[in-house]
């Protein structure tokens, strides 16, 4: 009986404990698309996946958890089909986001359509080619309209994808541990 008794306390105290540790994340889910989910492991760290635009990233262990994250759903931004998830660190300061620029076969060159929307946007920066967790990629440091931004761009299916953050090793940590 002792035993029962135990055991029916334990699984009251494992239930009350991950209750309360998965509360940021059921309040910050209620807010996203149904087939976009953030999940938080028990060593705490935080995995967005999104089902619509197939990806899936880890969150920078140092962000220390997400305040917030909003998600756009696909639109037409003038001559581009474009979704964009942003999420911000539990500090609220630094953040990041994650656009997927939906393309067709004849347009699948990277540096011309990076290029292409640049001029189109007024963005400045020189483009840098570089390898990262096996995608061509290009990056730049945008300071003239997006205040110091990191933006990585690359390849992956059938859309460009576009990383940015205030932090460049943000940029690089989402684009190595994820699955794009």
């Not at 938080?40 to 962000?63: A, C, I, M, R």
């Not at 620029?101 to 929307?117: A, C, G, P, T």
Request: one cysteine or more.
């Amino acid at each position: 009986m002792l035993l029962v008794v135990f055991v029916l306390l334990l699984s009251l105290a494992g239930g009350v404990f991950y209750i309360n540790f998965t509360k940021d994340v059921r309040a910050l889910n209620k807010k996203l698309p149904e087939k976009i989910r953030i999940t938080k492991d028990f060593s705490g760290n935080y995995t967005v996946t999104n089902q619509l635009d197939g990806y899936k990233f880890q969150v920078p262990e140092n962000w220390e958890g997400i305040r917030e994250a909003d998600y756009l759903p696909e639109r037409d931004d003038e001559k581009y089909s474009v979704t964009s998830l942003n999420v911000r660190c539990s500090d609220g300061l630094t953040g990041a986001a994650v656009d997927l620029f939906k393309i067709s076969e004849r347009e699948s060159n990277l540096r011309s359509y990076v290029e292409k929307i640049f001029k189109e946007y007024g963005l400045i920066g020189e483009l840098k080619e570089q390898n990262l967790n096996g995608k061509n990629t290009l990056s730049v440091r945008e300071t003239t309209h997006l205040g110091g931004d990191y933006i990585y761009f690359f390849e992956s299916g059938s859309g460009i994808y576009a990383v940015t953050s205030q932090s460049e090793e943000v940029v690089r940590e989402i684009i190595n541990k994820g699955n794009w």
